[in-house]
């Protein structure tokens, strides 16, 4: 069983930064990939940003520039820096990760919220 758990959501203004942080544990032989979703009211799950095994990381367009994600493998942590954040950005945030326990299979946190309003 792989455990996920973000953390470090909220409400801030438009403009603001937020840290959203996730902690894995388990029995876990190898993550392959890593990656922060975000789900807003009445829409679909988006991908925002993943990261490799190896720290190779991909952006929406939607966020480019603006966010930053990166892992620590050591520290079993993986992070989503969020700068000049705008209303539209409003939303849950679920950290997820395929990993290896013997199985290669898909693992959901229950996301956080973040809120952008003045």
């Known amino acids: 069983q792989v455990n996920l758990a973000e953390s470090g959501g909220g409400l801030v203004q438009p403009g603001e930064s937020l840290r959203l942080s996730c902690d894995y544990s388990?029995?876990?032989?190898?993550?392959?990939?890593m990656a922060w979703y975000r789900q807003a009211p009445g829409k679909e799950r988006d991908l925002v940003a993943s990261?490799?095994?190896?720290?190779?990381?991909r952006y929406a367009d939607f966020v480019k520039g603006r966010f930053t994600i990166s892992r620590d493998n050591a520290k079993r942590m993986m992070w989503l820096q969020m700068n000049s954040l705008n209303p539209e950005d409003t939303a849950i945030y679920y950290c997820?990760?395929?990993?290896?326990?013997?199985?290669?299979?898909?693992?959901w946190g229950q996301g956080i919220q973040v809120t952008v309003s003045s």
């Open positions: 997820y990760a395929k990993a290896y326990t013997g199985l290669t299979s898909d693992y």
């Open positions: 990261i490799t095994s190896g720290g190779t990381a």
């Open positions: 388990g029995n876990i032989f190898h993550i392959n990939s």
